[in-house]
């Protein structure tokens, strides 16, 4: 991927490795969408940031429960980077 960064993108990179990787921004989004093809050609590479914006991954034998433990997962994202939250909370039950 050297030399398809712009200058912009390597201080990304730069600030990326001197702060906290726990939760993404919107701009470790975007340079994940703006680099995915590149990032593809380095599968392992491609992995790590696939896990680092989506998270690991849910591994479930039960499509209802693994369907639900998506949706959790999903409102827990909308809800932390500030979106709409519902007036009051989803809970799920499973007969």
């Not at 034998?61 to 959790?72: K, R, Y």
């Not at 409102?75 to 499973?94: C, I, S, Y």
Request: negative net charge; aromatic residues 8%; contains cysteine.
């Amino acid at each position: 991927m050297p030399g398809r960064l712009s200058d912009a993108d390597e201080e990304y990179l730069k600030a990326l490795k001197g702060r906290s990787l726990k939760e993404t921004r919107d701009d470790d989004r975007e340079f994940f969408e703006a680099h995915r093809d590149d990032l593809g050609q380095d599968k392992p590479l491609r992995a790590k940031w696939e896990r680092f914006i989506f998270g690991r991954p849910i591994e479930c034998t039960d499509f209802l429960a693994g369907l639900l433990l998506v949706l959790e997962r999903l409102f827990g994202q909308v809800n932390a980077t500030g979106g709409p939250q519902p007036n009051h909370p989803l809970r799920p039950q499973v007969a």
